[in-house]
């Protein structure tokens, strides 16, 4: 039973990451814990080669339907690990829960703006290929 | 020297790699609104482009798990990756069907979901 829930969340985490293009670590690692009976590490460790299996079939989709800019995603993925040191360090210097709130700020302040941009300009919202810029 | 744009994809990637390493999140919460309001990608776009970036950031973040600590159960992340894979498959099948505004809401109501968790904590 505690399989099958694991596979249902499996399946809404790739569902997400075609939708609104995340991994899905959001709804994978909790389905490695909790379900699967992981621990913290080694579920968000498992989560991420799901996650690189699921965006590796998510972007040849997309590549299929003609939205993957293949050279800015790379230059954005192989410039990433400084950042992820850099967030490491951060993490060790600055207390968890001004982070966690500074985020918090901060994802909602982008979701205002996303909501604005899906509100007014629902005709033309959304065609550029990032190609101009 | 490096044009500006690289220069902004750059930070793009930095900035994703660093909310990865504080937060655990993917990247992906970051790179699709900047690839949105700094570039002016179409939501599709946006997150397929996001999605083959996750690949490589993935990819890194695996190998040195697995490879150097030996955190990752690759039976069980093979195995309960086909249901997820079928998600994607689904998931993009559908975002070609939605209007694109409606995945702006969509990753809106997402970001609001991991603010509140992030608050409630």
Do not use: C
Request: charged share 10%.
């Amino acid at each position: 039973m505690d399989e099958l829930f694991a596979a249902l969340i499996a399946v809404a985490g790739g569902l997400a990451g075609g939708l609104v293009g995340v991994g899905g670590g959001v709804l994978t690692v909790p389905s490695l814990t909790i379900y699967i009976g992981l621990s913290q590490l080694e579920g968000e460790s498992t989560s991420l080669l799901m996650i690189v299996i699921v965006a590796l079939v998510g972007a040849f989709r997309q590549n299929a339907y003609g939205n993957l800019n293949l050279r800015d995603a790379l230059v954005i993925g192989v410039l990433s690990p400084l950042g992820v040191l850099i967030g490491v360090v951060v993490g060790n210097e600055v207390p968890q829960r001004a982070l966690e709130l500074s985020f918090a700020a901060l994802a909602l302040y982008v979701a205002w703006g996303l909501v604005r941009r899906a509100w007014r300009a629902p005709d033309q919202a959304g065609q550029g290929r990032g190609e101009a810029e | 020297m490096p044009s500006e744009r690289t220069l902004k994809l750059a930070a793009v990637g930095t900035l994703a790699g660093i909310f990865s390493g504080l937060f655990g999140v993917g990247g992906g919460t970051v790179i699709v609104p900047l690839l949105i309001f700094w570039f002016g990608y179409g939501e599709r776009m946006a997150t397929g482009t996001s999605l083959g970036a996750i690949v490589l950031i993935g990819l890194l973040g695996a190998v040195a798990q697995g490879g150097f600590y030996g955190n990752v159960h690759v039976g069980t992340g093979l195995l309960l990756s086909i249901p997820a894979v079928l998600g994607v498959v689904m998931g993009t099948a559908i975002q070609q069907r939605i209007p694109q505004r409606a995945v702006s809401l969509l990753f809106a109501a997402l970001l609001l979901g991991i603010a509140i968790e992030l608050i409630v904590k």
